[in-house]
Every structure is written in structure tokens, then in C-alpha cells.
């Protein structure tokens, strides 16, 4: 019954700045960590950036310094802030979250994804 709403994609040139967020809905006891992924044509996904509930944050190497993750507990919603973004980061992006839904029931949610393209 959880639902991750994601929203924010589209089309930017390089250097160019844009913003995803993710809406946890639904039966949502408690947020633990969340996080972006990211899935470029014929790779892997890959981890894009973390953020426990403690408000730590962890980055890929390739992203650090440019990107920015943050939450809002209050609103179960995680952003995440690109800046100065590269034709390399254009891939689809998709929100991430563990959560319990009920005392000692946690559970691994993903979003729909959602695509960012960077041009030259």
C-alpha cells in the first residue's frame, strides 16, 4: 500500500542545475534510510546518493560535490539536488526508501524512475 512519487525529470544542458523529489504515500509507519539510484541505457543501476534517518548522507564519487540529498520527515519526501550537471549523468533516477509499515515490518520500496537528460 506504500506508494514513492517521483517528480523533477526532464531535459537540461550541461552545466545546468535540476531537482528530483520522492513522496512517501500510504501506510507508512516509520522512514528509515532513502536514497536516489540511477540506471543508465545497458549499465547497471547504481547508487546516486543516501540519507539515513539520522540525516547522514553518503554520495557516488562521481556525484559528490555536485549533488545534494535531503529530507523532510514531516512530509516522508527525499530531494535531491543536481547541480551542474554532465551529459554523463543523464540516466532515469529512481527514489528509494525503507521503511517500516508497521512495528517490525520493514519493507525495500522503489519509484516508477523517472528520466533526467543532459545535453552538450
Known amino acids: 500500500q506504500v506508494q514513492l512519487v517521483e517528480s523533477g525529470g526532464g531535459l537540461v544542458q550541461a552545466g545546468g542545475p535540476l531537482r528530483l523529489s520522492c513522496a512517501a504515500s500510504?501506510?507508512?509507519?516509520?522512514?528509515?534510510?532513502m536514497g536516489w539510484y540511477r540506471q543508465a541505457p545497458g549499465k547497471q543501476r547504481e547508487l546516486v546518493a543516501v540519507?539515513?534517518?539520522?540525516?547522514?548522507?553518503n554520495y557516488a564519487d562521481s556525484v559528490k560535490g555536485r549533488f545534494s540529498i535531503s529530507r523532510d520527515n514531516a512530509k516522508k519526501t527525499v530531494v535531491l539536488q543536481m547541480n551542474s550537471l554532465k551529459p554523463e549523468d543523464t540516466a532515469v533516477y529512481y527514489c528509494?526508501?525503507?521503511?517500516?509499515?508497521?512495528?517490525?515490518?520493514?519493507?525495500?520500496?522503489w519509484g516508477q524512475g523517472t528520466q533526467v537528460t543532459v545535453s552538450s
Open positions: 528509494n526508501a525503507n521503511l517500516y509499515v508497521r512495528p517490525g515490518m520493514k519493507y525495500d520500496y
Open positions: 540519507i539515513t534517518s539520522g540525516g547522514s548522507t
Open positions: 500510504g501506510s507508512v509507519f516509520s522512514l528509515n534510510a
